[in-house]
């Protein structure tokens, strides 16, 4: 009987635990809709509730203080889901806002997003701390920026992969002054990348591991890299293939990127495109165990980030975000803010130790193909939203 | 039957304290696994070179701090309510409901194509007209897995989580196909936003479709105790073969709770897209049904368990970003406590040793019955 005696003390002081911290859940609506309307109808209880969150508020708001005031330029960074450290897009785009530390003096910091429901949370906690550039990763926060925008007129906001031309009220003539859309032409890279496939191959078979087609820049990747492949070889056969699964794992899923390589190299393809994060990587990784067959990286030079795929990697359809994302971030420092899109570089990147092995010609080519694409007497072919 | 009816008469027969006895004997291993999961947490975040106390009061500040902050949580803890009934409410039959995910998604996706495919009606019948196309949609996914355990005895563990991957491409390829939002200049998968009609609101602070959750714990705790229905559910899930012995179409229960199970996680789909996306966009609705599973399990599967559950898990998500933001922690970190809490509720014997209670037989959750019939 003892022991229950205790537990049933235990239980109600738990309880007291509880309901008090529930009480305290449950008031707070009204305690704050007390304060914006500036009645202040609460109850002894709830004041001592509401002073305790007033308190923590005002500490909070001292800390970050700094960000506020004129002399300090913050940059701020929204990752989309995903790793800052993704050796991909999120990071390159970090890259590029570090770039900012040490080149502007610029006080950074970054917030991963885990849920798509909390874009928009995520740019309100900088935006909230007086942060003077926000930088937002991925098409997905394309929409969340653009009304961010719109509600902080007296922020920047950088948007890398997003379609920033028109704002979100579908309404062309009134471009946001403090919204830039970094896009890249990954359809250009693409070709390249295919370009050098469709001349380095002997077997006459290619292939591309992609993430998602539910990703725009991953189909762009693709159709370039198709297109640029038959640019040079009419006649080769491709073997592309996306990760069937959702957003969730599709870029994160490097198993299925190497079984998907192998199946690939199984089917007679020697050059094979990883373009997918972590899944592309794992296609890349797996192709440098078989002799004589070739890949090639995305996004960044991925020889720098993925040395395992060193033994096949000749070169990688690159995105210069980390350039593109420091020049908008100074833009915004300078006063000269381009709104709209902005259009960065992409390239292929150095053929390191590949540099002997691939022949001149093709060298030779490739040049005239990147002139091509640049002047526009080459077309990729690929027409996004239509 | 009778055993648990008594016994439920005794209690409430007998003293206050024995009543009282009884809900902490419910309550006490859910709440210590909290408090454990909390302070290995705490423990976690010092290895790594973080302050607890910071981490932990930006966390409630961004999960309880102001108005905003409490939508946040009541707006995250919405469709964890209702997956966490859809997978509790199988568990009272002894079904193992792992395809919430795919029944959520459904749910999601039919709402938003009602929501936009449908303009210029009132919002008092635009509203419920996609909610229960959302929730209809979910409870026949669900009935699939229902009819084949009951004609094939094809397991519902398996057959759910194979639905699962099937729901996820069929939504896939329909945000970015027929249904694709084609205003100009999008290439984004995803459906164009909903009516306004089709909107659930909030009041004040509280989301609506938080109510409506809260309702449909209700209404489920009402049909599992107190119709004929829930009595025959019940049995089936206590002894499936006594429940055939006794006159009970197992065949029937069984497709007919798995629809209701799909209908709770497709209305929880459904009020995502109604109440917070306004839309339905792949990636958006990742991981809510699977939450399920942890919600049922942490409420003890019961269905007011799941509610606290529910603002419990829905709180840390809703804190993650400022805890990210002011104490430079990884969010990951409150996956970590949520693994953590799952881990000490399911292995709840260590919860027990250190309550010094002994386990008796009406706490046991049967998670699942064999393989189909036999």
Redesign the interface.
Known sequence: MK??TA??TT??L?LAL?LVACG??GE??A???GS?TTTEETTNEEATNEEA?NE??TT?ETGEADCASEEVFCVGLVTD?GEIDDKSFNQSAWEGVKRAEAELGAKI?F????????YA??IG?FAD?GYDVIVTVG??L?EATAEAAAAHPDIFFIGVDQ?Q??PFD?DASNDLPNLAGLIFPEDKAGFLAGALAGMMTESNTIAAVLG?????PVVAFKEGYEAGARFVNPDINIISTYH?????VAFTDPEWGASTAKQAIDQGADVVFGAGGKTGNGAIIEVANHEGVYCIGVDTDQWETVPEAHPCLISSAMKLITPGVFDLISAAKDGNFPAGNFVGEVGLAPFHDFDSVIPQEVKDRLNEIDTGLRDGSIETGYN??G | MTTEQENLEQTTASSV?MA??R??RGV?VP?TAVLLAVVIGAIILLVSGASPVAAY?ALI?GS??????????LEKATPLVLSGLAVAFAFKAGLFNIGAQGQLLFGAIIAAALGFGIEGLPAIIHIPLALFGGALAGALYGAIPGALKTYTGAHEVITTIMLN?VA??IT?FL??GPWKDT???????RTPKIAPSAVIPEI???PLGFVLAVLAAVITWWLLWHTTLGYEIRTVGLNPHAAEYAGIRVAWITILTMMLSGLLAGMGGAIETQG??GRY????N??LGFDGITIALLGKTHPFGVIPAA?LVGAM?AG???M???AGV???ITDVIQALILFFVAADLIVRWI??MRETDEEKITLSTGWGKQ
Do not use: C, H, M, Y
């Not at chain 2, 309880?64 to 949580?73: I, K, L, S, Y």
């Not at chain 2, 966009?281 to 958006?284: A, D, V, Y």
């Open positions: 022991k229950r537990l049933l239980f109600l738990l509880l305290g859940g707070e609506p305690a704050n809709e914006t969150t923590e508020t909070e889901v910091d917030i991963e997003t885990k849920d798509a429901k909390d949370t995520n906690l701390n098409f997905a394309g379609f031309a028109w579908d998602t087609d539910l990703v725009p069937p699964g959702g957003l969730d996004p939203g | 304290g009282l006895l809900v902490w006490s709440i009061s500040k309880f701090g102001d108005g905003d902050a409490v939508a946040r949580t991957f996820i491409n896939d945000a970015n205003s100009p200049g999008n290439i984004v998968a004040g602070n509280v917070v996306v966009q792949p990636g958006f990742v991981g603002l998500k993650a970003s400022q990210q933001f002011d990884a969010n990951e309550l010094r």
